[in-house]
């Protein structure tokens, strides 16, 4: 079990929420504005910015599209607009696709959520949005249409440093909504509905500096909608951990205080593809008074599981080798239940199929307290 330890002195990583924070930031406390699914970066050397969709399809396939103005690892490069474009078939078939373009294709518009790389679009305005693409023999139309509306962790600033001057953000801009969607590999031509999400990411420091690794789930079951997430910060801000929990009930939110969750990584292996520890089972649990929530994912298997340095070429993979760089990405499919106490007492239980993912940065930590050490349940 990993728990969420206290320290004496000031983290060195929070999710800002303090009143000075909304100042900063310029946000409400309790709305998103419409901006703020817009531009939030000038794609200056050093920011990075991306749109992010996903989607649970009823014809059995998933579907991921990622609108970016670089690659998230590399901030400090110039604007290489690029799509990442995941499709997991029933049938077994998969297809990960990357295409980069020139600088002069991009357009982010900064009223609200407006992006278009040459062709392709991302378009939205906090209900209902437009997602088209195509890489290769792939072609994507979707429609997203929002069931539980815009949230953020606090403001959705998670700072770093001793002057909190390193910033990632993150607006979960639909929690969750309903989707009308048709893909084409080539000649073959699908349509389908399903249920989905999209939320949208900025920052001013490049993840490999702040970010050791995060486990990020969304998911729905029964009359249940969840976000959760841990982010491990970078061992320089002490391996610091920041949950990031969201629980809406028919579309309300019920609980979303981040002091309020612990979360526990259990079945431990190491994965083949990446050497990366893997926990099996997590789980986030939230106590509200004489209530409690837990959120468990149970792994069935991989969807996707990949080194970041096999997607970097020529010079630079020369450079990330010295630089001993070692990132991995890995998706899972498996089981979401979500159980309801009041007291010693089950309220209720639902489960659902859900898709997760688990991001690494940094190298696997083998000293006590990391997840290779962590026992099996």
């Not at 906090?126 to 792939?138: G, N, S």
């Not at 001057?165 to 969607?181: D, H, I, M, Q, R």
């Not at 029964?222 to 610091?240: C, E, M, N, Q, W």
């Not at 089981?335 to 688990?358: F, K, P, T």
């Amino acid at each position: 079990m990993s728990s969420l330890k206290s320290e004496s002195r000031a983290p060195l990583a929070v999710i800002a929420g303090e009143e000075a924070d909304y100042e900063r930031f310029n946000l409400a406390h309790d709305a998103v504005a419409l901006w703020e699914d817009g531009a939030r970066t000038d794609n200056r050397r050093g920011t990075y910015e991306w749109w992010y969709f996903d989607a649970r399809l009823d014809d059995g396939s998933s579907l991921v599209v990622v609108f970016m103005n670089k690659d998230l690892a590399t901030p400090s490069h110039p604007l290489t607009p690029t799509i990442r474009l995941n499709l997991d078939l029933a049938d077994g078939r998969n297809f990960q696709k990357l295409a980069t373009f020139t600088p002069d294709t991009w357009h982010a518009g900064t009223s609200h959520a407006d992006v278009r790389i040459g062709d392709n679009r991302f378009t939205g305005d906090l209900h209902t949005y437009r997602i088209q693409a195509t890489i290769e023999e792939i072609t994507v139309d979707v429609t997203l249409v929002a069931e539980v509306g815009a949230w953020r962790p606090q403001t959705g600033y998670l700072l770093y440093g001793p002057r909190r001057n390193k910033e990632f953000a993150w607006l979960p801009s639909v929690p969750k909504g309903s989707v009308t969607a048709s893909y084409s590999i080539g000649d073959e031509v699908h349509a389908t509905t399903g249920v989905g999400y999209h939320d949208h990411n900025w920052g001013n420091t490049s993840l490999v500096k702040l970010i050791h690794n995060w486990y990020w789930a969304r998911g729905q079951a029964g009359p249940y909608t969840v976000i959760a997430s841990l982010v491990t910060a970078h061992k320089r801000d002490g391996y610091a951990e920041l949950p990031i929990f969201m629980l809406a009930r028919d579309g309300e939110v019920v609980a979303d205080d981040s002091h309020r969750v612990q979360f526990e990584a259990h079945d431990t292996y190491i994965d083949e593809t990446t050497g990366k520890p893997v926990a099996a089972v997590t789980r986030y649990t939230y106590s509200l008074d004489d209530e409690c929530w837990t959120v468990t994912l149970m792994r069935d298997r991989n969807l996707a599981g990949s080194r970041m340095i096999d997607d970097i070429h020529g010079p630079k993979r020369v450079l990330a080798r010295l630089a001993r760089f070692d990132g991995a990405y890995m998706r899972f499919a498996g089981r979401l239940a979500i159980e309801h106490y009041r007291g010693s007492d089950l309220v209720e239980r639902h489960s659902d199929d859900a898709i997760w993912e688990l991001m690494y940065f940094g190298h696997a930590r083998l000293g006590a307290g990391s997840l290779a050490q962590i026992p099996s349940s």
